[in-house]
């Protein structure tokens, strides 16, 4: 198959909707309250600068995901990459697949089993997946247009509750509490994999994509945690889909109230993120199996999430996996160590070939 190429905003909007996803569905668990994550969450953002710099100058230096950069190293290094990968695409994927069904179940009284709103939501991201990223990063600018559009109506209802006073100034070991923030905002961020492994396809150069896709990410989960903790307090931190809980009791000229607005973006905003590491995993697959087809590999790329999701929704045990701590090995290795190997050994020249 071959790639399609997408300019460096469609890049953009489409690694924001994948981080405002897991920014809307829940503060990290821990964290003492919101100036804290806030402060963290900055203070992240400004490593990850550094952090993306191996990455970046890989996808400038040869335009090919760091899988099959690896692959013309040799077979077995490219399919060690791959698995890589794959596996923590899948493990995502397994994580907003597993979210979306949890909490509109929970939150939304949707009147239809757990199996079926997994069933829908994969077969959607399976059918977007096939369309290719062009059609996917489209996507994800409307639906990242959306999220501004519900952050202002949000702020516009709830502005007569937000008091600057409900920041939590007075916290106890302040210099482990916002170390703890640090570490949880970056092992929320699977972009970084997925900027790694997509960086190669954008039209423009890597390395300014990087720079404003991590201007642009640091002012939205500021902002989100800003408005959401300004209005309800340190009760944010501890609240699942705390936009949400916010949009239920806000008022404005536009709606009575914002919580359907929040529906309609945050299932976008999933959508999005879930289609792309689906296409992300496909990828690898077509890598470690070069006869596989492109809808035998997006259709084996649902299943798994799917499958490992559904016994833990079924029994009502996501709670397990909600508060589980985010593993953040596999983006440092992933996002950072892979890609600087692959820029500092010598790649001899090789024929194009697409995969």
């Known amino acids: 198959m071959t790639k399609q190429k997408i300019s460096p905003a469609a890049l953009i909007c489409l690694l924001l909707c994948a981080r405002?996803?897991?920014?809307?569905?829940?503060?990290?668990?821990?964290?003492?309250?919101?100036?804290?994550?806030?402060?963290?969450?900055?203070?992240?953002t400004v490593l990850q600068a550094f952090f993306l710099i191996p990455a970046a100058k890989l996808a400038a230096r040869i335009r090919k995901d760091p899988c099959a950069i690896a692959f013309r190293r040799s077979k077995v290094l490219g399919k060690t990459y791959a698995i890589g990968f794959l596996l923590y695409f899948i493990y995502a994927a397994f994580r907003v697949l597993g979210d979306i069904a949890c909490f509109t179940d929970y939150f939304f009284n949707v009147n239809m089993t757990r199996v079926m709103t997994v069933l829908c939501v994969?077969?959607?991201?399976?059918?977007?997946?096939?369309?290719?990223?062009?059609?996917?990063?489209?996507?994800?600018?409307?639906?990242?247009?959306?999220?501004?559009?519900m952050l202002v109506i949000i702020a516009a209802g709830a502005a007569d509750d937000m008091d600057i006073t409900r920041f939590n100034y007075a916290v106890n070991d302040f210099p482990a509490e916002l170390t703890k923030a640090v570490?949880?905002?970056?092992?929320?961020?699977?972009?970084?994999?997925?900027?790694?492994?997509?960086?190669?396809?954008?039209e423009g150069g890597p390395?300014?994509?990087?720079?404003?896709?991590?201007?642009?990410?640091?002012?939205?989960?500021?902002?989100?945690?800003?408005?959401?903790?300004?209005?309800?307090?340190?009760?944010?931190?501890?609240?699942k889909l705390p936009v949400f809980t916010l949009?239920?009791?806000?008022?404005?000229?536009?709606?009575?109230?914002?919580d359907a607005v929040f529906l309609l973006i945050w299932v976008m905003t999933g959508i999005v993120k879930l289609t792309t590491l689906l296409y992300c995993s496909a990828c690898c697959l077509r890598i470690l199996r070069p006869a596989s087809t492109e809808l035998g590999s997006v259709l084996?790329?649902?299943f798994l999430p799917a499958a490992a999701a559904l016994p833990l929704l079924l029994g009502y045990g996501w709670d397990k996996v909600i508060y589980s701590p985010r593993p953040a090995a596999p983006i440092i290795i992933l996002g950072l160590i892979l890609p600087a190997y692959l820029l500092c050994i010598k790649h001899e020249p090789a024929p194009e070939r697409e995969v």
Not at 183 to 191: D, G, K
């Open 122 to 149: 994969a077969l959607t991201a399976i059918y977007a997946a096939r369309t290719g990223i062009s059609v996917i990063s489209r996507t994800a600018r409307i639906t990242f247009a959306g999220v501004i559009i």
């Open 20 to 44: 405002s996803f897991t920014t809307m569905t829940h503060f990290p668990v821990g964290i003492a309250d919101g100036l804290t994550y806030m402060t963290g969450a900055v203070i992240s």
């Open 300 to 302: 084996l790329a649902g």
């Open 247 to 258: 949009a239920a009791y806000s008022e404005n000229i536009i709606t009575e109230r914002s």
């Open 207 to 239: 390395e300014k994509t990087a720079r404003y896709y991590l201007i642009a990410k640091g002012v939205m989960v500021t902002l989100i945690a800003g408005i959401v903790t300004s209005a309800l307090g340190n009760f944010a931190s501890l609240e």
């Open 183 to 202: 570490y949880a905002e970056f092992s929320r961020c699977e972009c970084l994999v997925m900027f790694c492994f997509l960086a190669s396809d954008t």
